[in-house]
């Protein structure tokens, strides 16, 4: 049972567009959501995660928006560049950072 | 370099073959854990440990065991591989509070192991 759900399942943006990809959860028990990005033949890395004690996060280009009612939380990409394309995967935890369980994933494809 | 090494890179092998895909960490974290990667179902993950000689079953630990005898050290074995064990498998790591701001854990993964079992 996937326990975040995640779209959509890939994406196409023109550069300097915003692509924005969304997770939703069930589980209220949830502490701790992180984004992943992973390059084609690479593990992937934490890019930004965020507490649900906040309803939004800024790390450069990248932000997390969070809302605790809804049991949602999505990603933006701002001023999108080529070199964002890449598989982004949510996740969320209710041991901080342990066990996390991830969404499927969302292909990214920014065009120049 | 803070790194997860994985080995092999690349395996392919015959059903029922016992394999081991081995993961070591050179950042002294305590849990370390075990995931597999499959297109439309994304990270799953297997087995993972707290610290040395304790494991526990993630989502999906059929048809694997693990062993956590060392710090370091979390091979991954496939005591007799089947075809629906063709997948592409990370090892991670991480440890408490290194997650800046969030205060949480921040895993760190190799870069992949990808395994074909005919």
């Known amino acids: 049972q996937q326990q975040v759900k995640q779209s959509p399942q890939s994406l196409i943006v023109q550069k300097g567009g915003i692509p924005i990809i969304n997770c939703a959860y069930e589980?209220?028990?949830?502490?701790?959501f992180p984004w992943y990005q992973q390059f084609p033949g690479k593990g992937p890395a934490l890019l930004i995660a965020i507490r649900p004690d906040v309803s939004e996060k800024k790390e450069g280009r990248f932000t997390i928006s969070f809302n605790k009612s809804a049991k949602q939380f999505s990603l933006h990409i701002m001023d999108s560049q080529p070199g964002d394309s890449a598989t982004y995967f949510c996740a969320a935890s209710k041991h901080s950072g342990y066990a996390l369980n991830f969404g499927k994933g969302t292909s990214l494809l920014v065009t120049p | 370099e803070a790194q997860v090494t994985q080995n092999p890179r690349y395996l392919i092998t015959v059903t029922g073959k016992k394999l081991t895909v081995t993961c070591s960490q050179n950042m002294n974290h305590e849990y370390m854990s075990w995931y597999r990667q499959d297109p439309g179902l994304g990270l799953r993950q297997i087995y993972y440990?707290?610290?040395?000689?304790?494991?526990d079953k993630g989502d999906v630990p059929e048809g694997y065991k693990v062993s956590r005898k060392e710090k370091r050290n979390f091979p991954l074995i496939l005591e007799s591989p089947s075809p629906n064990q063709t997948s592409l498998y990370f090892c991670?790591?991480?440890?408490?509070?290194?997650?800046?701001?969030?205060?949480?854990?921040?895993?760190?993964f190799g870069a992949g192991s990808r395994l074909t079992v005919l």
């Open positions: 589980n209220t028990a949830f502490d701790y």
């Open positions: 440990s707290m610290n040395v000689e304790v494991t």
């Open positions: 991670a790591s991480s440890t408490p509070g290194q997650g800046g701001s969030s205060g949480a854990n921040v895993l760190t």
